[in-house]
Antibody, heavy 120, light 107 residues
C-alpha cells in the first residue's frame, strides 16, 4: 500500500518561497501514477495545485501556474512543491496525493497534510 | 471552472440511521465524480470514484449514484467511525475541483 508523507517548514515569510517534499513509501514514484499537490486554506474548500508524472510532465492549476513548480526525485522516491511569492492567502494545509493512471485526477492515496503559515 | 455545491452542510444523525449526502455540479461532469471521507487530523480517504465505484477496501454500506449534475452518497447504516466530513470532487475539467463538504455528526 502506497503511503505518502509531507515535510517542510511550517512557517514562511511573505514574498518568500514555500517548499515542501512528499516522501513515497510502499511503491515506486516511477510507476504509472501521477503525483499531486492539493491544499486547503482555513475554512475553505480543497484546491488542486498540480501534478507530475515521473517522466517530468506536469499540469498546474491556471490560478497558480505562474508561481508553482512541481518536481520529482526518483533517486529519493519523492516529489516536491515550490510556490513562490507567497502571501497570507497561501496559508493552508498542504497535502500530497497519488492518482492512478486508470482514473486520472482521482486521488487514491493521500498524505496526512502539513500546515504552512505565511507570516512575518 | 466547475463549482460543486454540497448539501446539507451538516447532517445530524444517530448510529444505525441512513445518511444521504448531495453534490450538485454547475455543469455536467458525466460520471466523473468522486467522494472522499476526512476525519480530524487524518488524511482524506477515497470512498467512491466515477460516481458509483467503491474504492478498494470500502465497506458496502457506502454507495454512490448519479450522473450529469446531481450526485448522491448514501451510507446505509451509520457506524460510529462514519462520523466525519465528506466531500465530492470532479475530474472532467481541468483543474479538478472539490465541493465544500458535508459534516456528518452524531445527533
Amino acid at each position: 500500500q502506497v503511503q505518502l508523507q509531507e515535510s517542510g517548514p511550517g512557517l514562511v515569510k511573505p514574498s518568500g518561497t514555500l517548499s515542501l517534499t512528499c516522501a513515497v513509501s510502499g511503491g515506486s514514484i516511477s510507476s504509472s501514477d501521477w503525483w499531486t499537490w492539493v491544499r486547503q486554506p482555513p475554512g475553505k474548500r480543497l484546491e488542486w495545485i498540480g501534478e507530475i508524472y515521473h517522466g517530468g510532465s506536469t499540469n498546474y492549476n491556471p490560478s497558480l501556474k505562474s508561481r508553482v513548480t512541481i518536481s520529482v526525485d526518483k533517486s529519493k522516491n519523492q516529489f516536491s512543491l515550490r510556490l513562490s511569492s507567497v502571501t497570507a492567502a497561501d496559508t493552508a494545509v498542504y497535502y500530497c496525493a497519488r492518482a492512478e493512471r486508470s482514473t486520472p485526477y482521482t486521488l487514491h492515496s493521500w498524505g496526512q497534510g502539513t500546515l504552512v503559515t505565511v507570516s512575518s | 471552472e466547475i463549482v460543486l455545491t454540497q448539501s446539507p452542510a451538516t447532517l445530524s444523525l444517530s448510529p444505525g440511521e441512513r445518511a444521504t449526502l448531495s453534490c450538485r455540479a454547475s455543469q455536467s461532469v458525466s460520471s466523473y465524480l468522486a467522494w472522499y471521507q476526512q476525519k480530524p487530523g487524518q488524511a482524506p480517504r477515497l470512498l467512491i470514484y466515477d460516481a458509483s465505484n467503491r474504492a478498494t477496501g470500502i465497506p458496502a454500506r457506502f454507495s454512490g449514484s448519479g450522473s450529469g449534475t446531481d450526485f448522491t452518497l448514501t451510507i446505509s447504516s451509520l457506524e460510529p467511525e462514519d462520523f466525519a466530513v465528506y466531500f465530492c470532487q470532479q475530474r472532467i475539467n481541468w483543474p479538478p475541483t472539490f465541493g465544500g463538504g458535508t459534516k456528518v455528526e452524531i445527533k
